[in-house]
T-cell receptor, first 113, second 112 residues
Framework: EAGVTQFPSHSVIEKGQTVTLRCDPI?????LYWYRRVMGKEIKFLLH????????ESGMPNNRFLAERTGGTYSTLKVQPAELEDSGVYFC???????????FGSGTRLTVV | QQQVKQSPQSLIVQKGGISIINCAYE??????FPWYQQFPGKGPALLIA?????SEKKEGRFTISFNKSAKQFSLHIMDSQPGDSATYFC???????????FGTGTRLKVLA
C-alpha cells in the first residue's frame, strides 16, 4: 500500500507570496489531517477532514490559511499571503474511520524569507 | 498553552543502555497516549500506544509506563541501539476527537 504523499518536500518563498501544499492520503482513508511543526516546538494540529468535509478546523492560525479536499481524495493547503511566522514543517496524515493512530507523510518544509 | 509536556529535549545514551523519555499531561479527558518515532526526512511513525486502563505496555524493546494519578507516562527503550537514534514524540487524545496533542519532541542519539 502506498503511503501518504506530500509535495513539494521543500518550498522557499518570499513574504507576501502564495504557496500551495498538496497531500495524497492512503487510498481508502476517509480521515485526513494537517499538522505543523515550527522549529523545536510541538507538532500542532491544524485541521481534520472526513472525506471532503472539514470536521475540525480549530487549529488553523488565521484566514490566510485555506484547506480543501477535493472529492474526498487529495487535499491542498494554501497560504496566502505567506508571513515569516508561517515557516515550519507541514505534515499531512491519514487514517481509516475508527482506526487509532495515523500514517504521516514525510512533510513539506516551508521557509518564508 | 502546552497541554503535554515532554522531557528531556535531547538525550544521549550508550549502546545497550536504557533510554527514558517522560511526558506529563493536564487534561484528564485524554484516554489514548501514543508515541511516535521520527527519522530525519521522514514523517512521524506510530511506535506504541497505551490507554489508561493499563499501567504498562511492552512491545519488544519498547515499553510505555503509565501513571494515571500523576498524569504522567514515559517511554523506555531497553538495550538502546544506534538505529534507535531519532526524534520521539509523545501525544495524547480523547476518544472520538481524532485530534492529537503532541509533546515538543526528544532527540535521542545512541552512541555506538
Amino acid at each position: 500500500e502506498a503511503g501518504v504523499t506530500q509535495f513539494p518536500s521543500h518550498s522557499v518563498i518570499e513574504k507576501g507570496q502564495t504557496v500551495t501544499l498538496r497531500c495524497d492520503p492512503i487510498s481508502g482513508h476517509d480521515n485526513l489531517y494537517w499538522y505543523r511543526r515550527v522549529m523545536g516546538k510541538e507538532i500542532k494540529f491544524l485541521l481534520h477532514f472526513v472525506k471532503e468535509s472539514k470536521q475540525d478546523e480549530s487549529g488553523m492560525p488565521n484566514n490566510r490559511f485555506l484547506a480543501e479536499r477535493t472529492g474526498g481524495t487529495y487535499s491542498t493547503l494554501k497560504v496566502q499571503p505567506a508571513e515569516l511566522e508561517d515557516s515550519g514543517v507541514y505534515f499531512c496524515a491519514s487514517s481509516r474511520q475508527g482506526a487509532e493512530g495515523y500514517t504521516f507523510g514525510s512533510g513539506t518544509r516551508l521557509t518564508v524569507v | 498553552q502546552q497541554q503535554v509536556k515532554q522531557s528531556p529535549q535531547s538525550l544521549i545514551v550508550q549502546k545497550g543502555g536504557i533510554s527514558i523519555i517522560n511526558c506529563a499531561y493536564e487534561n484528564t479527558a485524554f484516554d489514548y497516549f501514543p508515541w511516535y518515532q521520527q527519522f530525519p526526512g521522514k514523517g512521524p511513525a506510530l511506535l506504541i500506544a497505551i490507554r489508561p486502563d493499563v499501567s504498562e505496555k511492552k512491545e519488544g524493546r519498547f515499553t510505555i509506563s503509565f501513571n494515571k494519578s500523576a498524569k504522567q507516562f514515559s517511554l523506555h527503550i531497553m538495550d538502546s541501539q544506534p538505529g534507535d537514534s531519532a526524534t520521539y514524540f509523545c501525544a495524547a487524545s480523547t476518544s472520538g476527537t481524532y485530534k492529537y496533542i503532541f509533546g515538543t519532541g526528544t532527540r535521542l542519539k545512541v552512541l555506538a
